[in-house]
């Protein structure tokens, strides 16, 4: 499972999360990210991240927090996951 870390400016630490799966929809891309390992773990919180800007070989990511492209987004999500489960 890959795992990517992110510096959070408030509290000044690290976090890490995992990948559990990635897409893209209207030329934006998204991640489908967890902070606990998928595999230790039965059940666990989601978060999606959007790709805000790619410069120096680095990516940025913000955490959606509009409520309607949540839902959205982790519907296509949803599918794409049941699709590979079969």
Known sequence: ME???FFD???????DFYILS?????????????DQDPDEQEETDCYIMKKMAES??????EFLEDQKTIDAV???FREELEDTEE
């Open 3 to 5: 795992k990517i870390s």
């Open 9 to 15: 400016e408030e509290s000044g630490e690290e976090q």
């Open 22 to 34: 990635e897409t893209v929809i209207n030329q934006q891309s998204y991640l489908l990210v967890t």
């Open 56 to 61: 120096d070989g680095e990516i940025s990511y």
């Open 74 to 76: 982790f519907a296509v």
